[in-house]
């Protein structure tokens, strides 16, 4: 018997819908900050305390469409890519 694993409305695996939630949760806690504040804020708080993991995981979710990830975050995680 086989498991397939469960998936969110956007047809994201739990495990990429959690992290599409956490990269959301700290777009929410910089989006009061100027643009420019809020992107470079991201990407810090990311490169930071993500493990490399983490960040491929979430480029695949990107590469896949990116469904439901914030624009601010969306930004912040282009520029982590260059």
Same mark, same amino acid.
């Given at each position: =018997?086989?498991?397939?694993?469960?998936?969110?409305?956007?047809?994201?695996?739990?495990?990429?819908?959690?992290?599409?939630? =956490?990269?959301?949760?700290?777009?929410?806690?910089?989006?009061?900050q100027p643009h420019e504040s809020?992107?470079?804020?991201?990407?810090?708080?990311?490169?930071?305390?993500? %493990?490399?993991?983490? #960040?491929?995981?979430?480029? %695949?979710?990107?590469?896949?469409?990116?469904?439901?990830? %914030?624009? +601010?975050?969306?930004?912040?995680? %282009? #520029? +982590?890519?260059?």
């Open positions: =018997m086989s498991v397939v694993p469960s998936t969110d409305s956007h047809g994201l695996s739990a495990g990429d819908a959690k992290l599409v939630y =956490m990269v959301n949760q700290i777009a929410t806690f910089f989006a009061s809020a992107v470079s804020g991201i990407e810090s708080h990311i490169r930071k305390f993500w %493990d490399p993991r983490m #960040r491929r995981k979430i480029r %695949d979710v990107i590469l896949a469409g990116g469904t439901g990830i %914030d624009p +601010l975050a969306r930004e912040a995680l %282009d #520029r +982590l890519a260059d």
